[in-house]
Each structure stands twice: as structure tokens, then as C-alpha cells.
T-cell receptor, first 112, second 114 residues
């Protein structure tokens, strides 16, 4: 079992839809959780950064962490064609190792 | 926010030659930088951790003599692919950790070896 599992998709939705992207993980010691957006042939761009459990909102994006279930989510409201990209989740331990563990990414396609 | 600049963005080289990729943290100091390799539709594969002023730490299976890493200053790390071969063709990305924004990535370098 991989430490971080993420469905590669592709996930295809119409413009304006609410998108839900998810990752599960096996290491309960993970404390920091991140979501990155990666456009084709570009480096990943940090979208959201949360610590421990709870929700965090930034514009159309909401990150949710459920440590009891080892499950994190990224919600995108009013999705736009420009949101079409690969979304990678990542997580790190608290203190100790600073090297993030990445999911394989979910490809999202928002069609007009 | 934190910015990591990576150059070149795209390079083609002949088999047997060496290629150097630069990664710079523009507005923060990065004592540690990371080098990743990414194949199409695959996740990031950590190759090595670059530490300023000391030797890089390579992940298992990564040839340190082929992928030379130098982190000579707090803002610059370089990856040199030596004696490149077509199987080294890939997308290489660097990353640095800053205090406020977590892990910031460079824009990546697409290497094609012909």
C-alpha cells in the first residue's frame, strides 16, 4: 500500500460545477497537508497549506483534513476551464522530516 | 510569495553530453532544495535532497555520479546530468522549502536527449 493514494482520473466536469478531489493516506503521523496545481509542462504551484485537522478556505478553494479517517479533500466551487490541470496532494511529518510525500495527482478537465 | 526560478525550461542535447540545470530561490534563502523527476502522467519522484555547503543525499536507485548536485550558496542549487542518454529524457523539477509558504517549486526543465 502506498503512503498516499490519489485517483489519477481524469475527472471531467462542466464549467460551474463543484469539484471534489481527494487523497487518503496511511501514516497517521502526517501533520502538514498541501494541495498543488500543476499545468502541463510546468512545475507544481502551491494552492493550499493546512496544519492538522479542519477546513481552510481561499476564494473558490476549500481544503479539508480529516485526520481520524486519514482523508483530505480539495473542493473547487464554480469551476472554470482555467482550473483544468493536475492536482497533487502532499503531506509531511511534524518536525523531523521535511520531505513531502506526494500523491500521483488527479487530472481535472473543466469543459465549457 | 516565495519564488523559485529554474533554468533552462527546455533543453535538447546529444547523447553523451552533459546538461546543467539551475535552481534559484529569488526572495528567500534555501538551505535545502529538492530535485524531482517526473514522467508523463506520473507523480513526482524525489531524486535527491540538496544541502547548502554539503553533499547531496540521493534516493535509492539514483546514480549520484550521473546526476551531480551542487548547492554552493543559500540561493542556488544545480543539477548536472552527465553523459546523458535518451533514457534520461524527462521533466526535472526543483523545490525549496521556505518558512511561510511551504514547498515552492521551480517551473521545471524538459530534457530531451537525442
Amino acid at each position: 500500500q502506498k503512503e498516499v493514494e490519489q485517483d489519477p482520473g481524469p475527472l471531467s466536469v462542466p464549467e460551474g460545477a463543484i469539484v471534489s478531489l481527494n487523497c487518503t493516506y496511511s501514516n497517521s503521523a502526517f501533520q502538514y497537508f498541501m494541495w498543488y496545481r500543476q499545468y502541463s509542462r510546468k512545475g507544481p504551484e502551491l494552492l493550499m497549506y493546512t496544519y492538522s485537522s479542519g477546513n481552510k478556505e481561499d476564494g473558490r478553494f476549500t481544503a479539508q483534513v480529516d485526520k481520524s479517517s486519514k482523508y483530505i479533500s480539495l473542493f473547487i466551487r464554480d469551476s472554470q476551464p482555467s482550473d483544468s490541470a493536475t492536482y497533487l496532494c502532499a503531506m509531511t511529518l511534524s518536525g523531523g522530516s521535511y520531505i513531502p510525500t506526494f500523491g500521483r495527482g488527479t487530472s481535472l478537465i473543466v469543459h465549457p | 510569495g516565495a519564488v523559485v526560478s529554474q533554468h533552462p525550461s527546455w533543453v535538447i542535447c546529444k547523447s553523451g553530453t552533459s546538461v546543467k540545470i539551475e535552481c534559484r530561490s529569488l526572495d528567500f534563502q534555501a538551505t535545502t532544495m529538492f530535485w524531482y523527476r517526473q514522467f508523463p502522467k506520473q507523480s513526482l519522484m524525489l531524486m535527491a535532497t540538496s544541502n547548502e555547503g554539503s553533499k547531496a543525499t540521493y534516493e535509492q536507485g539514483v546514480e549520484k555520479d550521473k546526476f551531480l548536485i551542487n548547492h554552493a550558496s543559500l540561493t542556488l542549487s544545480t543539477l548536472t546530468v552527465t553523459s546523458a542518454h535518451p533514457e534520461d529524457s524527462s521533466f526535472y523539477i526543483c523545490s525549496a522549502r521556505d518558512a511561510d509558504y511551504g514547498y515552492t517549486f521551480g517551473s521545471g526543465t524538459r530534457l530531451t536527449v537525442v
